[in-house]
């Protein structure tokens, strides 16, 4: 699915009565950019029910709002909301309906808006976020829309969001074979036929690999198409070499493009026995590692990409080739940032 950003221009407030879903903005509201860490801005104080494990910072009841607006074409797209982490029991709103909600804070997860839409109106975007349970983590955990946010647009035939995997079959100098994974679904009321066109592009912007694949995928239903796909002369992906191509893939009603989509990826094999270890690119490969959180110290639980990238280039230069995430998911920052620093 074709997916921008859409961190700029939010409201939040804190939400004391946020049990009464007043469906109002306050005058105390004021407009922020995501990612935004709201536990940061609470002062510190030594009788915390959270301790020392958030800085002695309390959680609370913040609400953050924002308006979309809906043009009549989105009747016949797919549009959805992705939140790569809200922190925590996250209830999402549209229009005061409810239409998604996600207890866990480190999740991400997507809201499909369709249903909830008002075409050629403003519609209100409102994310209630209850972290007033205290203490509930021994690390600082912050608080808020920590995450990206991103909206999600394509036709009502489309690759489900992360429903692109590629795989390493067989390398070597002369070729790399793989095998691409992708996920379409058909939300019409008729059996559509399709063309996939998926693209190897390098670094350079050279496509260096293609495959075509004709398929029908019936009313209603989903259907995952595999496609192998050769590479001469690949550059293999290692930690010394960190190099990454990315898969383009799109798909066709006849000549109508109806969604597309692109992922960065790297070449490599991956083995693991007890004589050699662990093997990347059929050399073993000794793990010098680091246990990090989520957090960026004084800069909060905001994920922020220059952070991301300026946490693990200095791990790196320190001599660490893997981290190991405590406790939760890593946020997609730092495994881009891992993907092309050769962590």
């Not at 049990?19 to 105390?28: D, T």
Request: aromatic content about 10%; glycine content about 8%.
């Amino acid at each position: 699915m074709r997916e921008g950003k859409w961190n700029k221009g939010w409201k939040f407030w804190p939400d004391k009565g946020a049990f009464a879903l007043v469906w109002n903005i306050p005058e105390i509201a004021r407009e922020i950019d995501l990612p935004h860490d709201a536990m940061l801005e609470t002062p510190a104080r030594a009788d915390s029910p959270n301790g020392g494990n958030t800085g002695y910072r309390d959680g609370d009841v913040y609400t953050y709002a924002k308006t979309l607006f809906a043009p009549e074409e989105y009747r016949d797209k797919t549009v959805m909301l992705k939140f790569e982490g809200v922190y925590m029991n996250a209830m999402v709103y549209v229009n005061e309906q409810l239409a998604a909600k996600c207890p866990y804070g480190y999740t991400g997860f997507y809201v499909k808006l369709n249903d909830h839409l008002r075409y050629g109106q403003d519609n209100e975007i409102r994310v209630l976020v209850k972290n007033s349970g205290m203490a509930n983590s021994r690390w600082y955990s912050g608080s808020g829309i920590y995450r990206d946010v991103y909206l999600l647009v394509s036709d009502t035939v489309y690759a489900e969001p992360e429903g692109v995997q590629i795989s390493t079959e067989s390398l070597n100098e002369q070729l790399a074979v793989l095998t691409v994974r992708t996920e379409i679904k058909n939300r019409r009321y008729q059996k559509v036929p399709l063309r996939l066109e998926t693209a190897v592009v390098d670094a350079d912007g050279e496509t260096v690999a293609a495959d075509t694949a004709h398929l029908s995928v019936y009313e209603g239903a989903e259907r995952k198409i595999i496609q192998r796909i050769a590479v001469e002369n690949p550059h293999a992906w290692s930690e010394d070499s960190p190099y990454l191509y990315r898969l383009v893939s799109r798909i066709y009603e006849g000549e109508a493009l109806l969604d597309e989509s692109e992922t960065a990826f790297g070449i490599r094999t991956l083995s693991l026995d007890a004589k050699r270890g662990l093997c990347v690119n059929g050399k073993t490969v000794k793990l010098r590692g680091a246990c990090i959180h989520h957090d960026s110290g004084l800069l909060g639980a905001a994920t922020y990409e220059a952070a991301q990238y300026r946490q693990i280039r200095r791990l790196k230069a320190a001599g660490f080739n893997a981290i190991r995430m405590s406790h939760h998911p890593a946020a997609s920052a730092l495994l881009r940032a891992c993907d092309a620093l050769g962590v």
